[in-house]
């Protein structure tokens, strides 16, 4: 069974650093691009990052460049999501996304909430 599960969301103040983690299980990163994806509340959920099966990574937002970085770790099967220089409107629930071919699965998200 294909599954996700994110960690690491929590309240942080503006400025602060969070990493969000995605545990995958069922399936081997090898073959699977994961995306990071976010829902503010009362807005859409928009794409954040994505790191391909082969590790080249692209930017789905420009309000995180500079900030956000992804990695993964491929023993591990997990995938990271490193936030840097937190803003308010960071705050959202937090998605990962697996894809191979026509497969996808998601998480069951992790808030993140930036505030003084």
């Known amino acids: 069974q294909v599954q996700l599960v994110e960690s690491g969301g929590g309240l942080v103040q503006p400025g602060g650093s969070l990493r969000l983690s995605c545990a995958a299980s069922?399936?081997?990163?090898?073959?699977?691009?994961i995306g990071w994806f976010r829902q503010a509340p009362g807005k859409e959920r928009e794409g954040v990052l994505c790191?391909?099966?082969?590790?080249?990574?692209?930017y789905y937002a420009d309000a995180v460049k500079g900030r956000f970085t992804i990695s993964k770790n491929n023993s591990r099967k997990t995938v990271y999501l490193q936030m840097n220089n937190l803003k308010p409107e960071d705050t959202a629930v937090y998605y990962c996304?697996?894809?191979?071919?026509?497969?996808?699965?998601w998480g069951q998200g992790t808030q993140v909430t930036v505030s003084s």
């Open positions: 996304r697996g894809t191979a071919g026509s497969t996808e699965s």
């Open positions: 790191i391909s099966s082969s590790d080249s990574s692209t």
């Open positions: 069922g399936f081997t990163l090898d073959y699977y691009a």
